[in-house]
């Protein structure tokens, strides 16, 4: 805004310099120009009263100019061609005239004209116009000159000569021509008319500039307007993305722990496979026990021994619920973990489902590096896809159902593979199985939770990578997690 | 260009010294004659001067005329007013004169012509008699 004032301001400073100097200059203009026509006039009199001194003064030299001439045919018209010497394009007329003082009119002494139609004869009566003018030069006795009936182009000098200092004897009339003072006027006015034309382009100039500054100025505005708004819709479109981005968190928050409480179902089997074995332990020793006190053969070895099988088994029990327990507590922050120890865990937890239900397990756990990781995210994972599998295997009836689960160094990578013979994922769902609510199996097993949250785990928190493909067999499903870095670099200097 | 413009301005006099010696002639005549009308026998270069006006007839015969304008080959004893300084100068009968000086107009009337038709004229032109 305060640009755009400045611009205005210089603008019409501009305008109004050239403004008012233009007319600065058109006064000076108009004056020279006034002075040059009265200084070219002013030198053409000059010249005709020069010519009328002339010719009083060769008068003088004649005597008694009237007599004469009224005397001397011949003088006269020697006379008349001495007049007509002075005759040139710019001096019409010249002629003389006088007027007695009971007479009313004017009578011609001399004419320098060579036309005999027009030219006065001596004596001849003559009737002036603007008759004023001439009794005005009898009256005061001083030259005067004043504009003819033809408009501007001839004016007339009548310069009268003084007898006696007291009336005046005669009048030398000149009619002269005042076409210099014209052709001066023309160039002039020509002259204007080019300055007039200058001045009003260079106005025109400076509007038509001051009406692109204007405009590129209101552009100018309007951008800066609208990139504000951009800015704001920008702020306010980060303000929706991070309001987004943290409700996505929520979301997998909660999906986590949809999929995990999902899981719950499965753990509560695998914690009741786990425990019937531990439990007909217990249930065996108890009956032992009954049948020596029945039978009285219990002594304190025995009691000992008994003793001791019931106290590992209650405490392998305990165990069980810890590892339970630690599956479903939420990991505050990566920890450095030997992979294949993990997965270990995880088998420990599941063998027995799957021992009950006939499928093969192997392990073939090669990658020795540590990976910083979330344990229990991590442990939810590969349980998901073991149970995944697990699931597979029952649905299509496979017979010799194996899963085996790799480990095994790639690249400075710790890559895991869980591999069924289950004959692998349908290609046409192969980009579905990772979209959340996907499911292949019936409402009551399935949330399509499970690998979506598996893959968010491992690409979104562990900054790992989670695919799938097939083999000859069935599914593999890859996951890759960087080796920590601090591994790395003790590695790069040993 | 300048030509065109001299040429021009100087048609322009002439159509107003033109109008001016009409003008000059219907109140000179009608002052003389005392009519609305006067009827004229002339010339061409009379009737040149005289044929737009309303007030001066042109007549074709010198009987029917008031005055003859201009120097006309017939004898008439109508007074006469001829538009030549030499021609007035040298005829004594002539009633009065109009003519041109070095782009001035020049009027010359002879009081005992007048008296001699017994015709009147105004105070207006009384200057012009001689």
Known sequence: MKEFKRSVFIMILLLFTIIFSSAFYFSVFSKTQTDLKKETFKYLLNEVIDISKNIENYNKGMGDFKTVLKNNPL????????????????????????KDKNSKF?????????????????????????????????????????????????????????????????IIVIDFSTKPVLFI??????????????????????????????????????????????????????????????????????????????????????????????????????????????????????????????KNTIKYLSQTIDDFRKFYREDKQK???????????VVNMIKPSINNKKIGLKLK?????????????????????????????????????????????????????????????????????????????????GTGLGLYMSKNIIEKRLNGVLSVYNNENGAVFRIELEVEDEYKRDQGNN | MKKILLLFISLGILLAFSNEERFLFERLFQSLFNKKIIKIYTNKEGAKLIKKSRILKIVFTCDKADLILGIVDINCSKPVFVLNYYI???????????????????????????????????KDFEDFLE
């Open chain 1, 335 to 345: 920890e450095l973990c030997d992979v294949n120890e993990l997965i270990e865990e």
């Open chain 2, 88 to 122: 007035y100068k040298n005829n004594s009968n002539v009633l009065g004169a109009f003519y041109w000086r070095k782009g001035r107009p020049q009027l010359r009337l002879r009081k005992n012509i007048i008296k001699k038709y017994k015709l009147n004229l105004s």
């Open chain 1, 185 to 310: 006027e023309k160039n002039l006015k020509s002259l204007r008319k080019l300055f007039m034309s200058y001045v009003a382009i260079i106005i025109w100039i400076i509007i038509v500039l001051a009406g692109f500054i204007f405009y590129d100025l209101r552009r100018e505005n309007e951008m800066k307007k609208l990139l504000k708004k951009v800015q704001e819709f920008n702020l306010s479109l980060q303000k929706k993305v991070n309001e987004e981005v943290q409700k996505s968190r929520e979301k997998d928050k909660q999906l986590i722990l949809q999929s995990r409480l999902a899981l719950m179902g499965e753990l509560l089997s695998m914690i009741a496979h786990q425990w019937r074995q531990p439990l007909n332990v217990i249930a065996g020793v108890v009956n032992n026990m009954q049948l020596d006190l029945e039978f009285d053969e219990i002594d304190k070895k025995k009691l000992k021994e008994y003793n001791e099988k019931l």
């Open chain 1, 75 to 98: 003088i006269r018209t020697n006379y008349n061609n001495f007049l007509n010497t002075f005759i040139t394009a710019n001096l019409k007329n010249i002629f003389i005239v006088y």
């Open chain 1, 365 to 445: 756990l090669n990658c020795k590096k540590p990976v910083k990781v979330l344990k229990n995210e991590f442990k939810q994972v590969i349980l998901n896809i073991i149970k995944n599998a697990e699931d597979i295997l029952i649905e299509r009836e496979i017979k010799n159902p194996y899963i085996i689960i790799k480990t095994f160094e790639c690249d400075n990578k710790c890559v895991i593979e869980i591999n069924d013979n289950g004959g692998g994922v349908a290609l046409q769902i192969k980009d579905e199985i990772f979209k959340p609510y996907f499911t292949t199996k019936d409402e009551k097993n």
């Open chain 1, 106 to 170: 004017f009578k011609v002494l001399a004419d320098g004209s060579k036309n005999p139609l027009d030219r006065f004869e001596f004596d001849e009566k003559f009737e002036p116009r603007f008759k004023n003018k001439w009794y005005e030069v009898l009256r005061n006795k001083k030259p005067i000159y004043f504009r003819n009936s033809i408009e501007g182009i001839w004016y007339t000098f009548l310069y009268p000569v003084i007898k006696d200092s007291k009336v005046v004897d005669y």
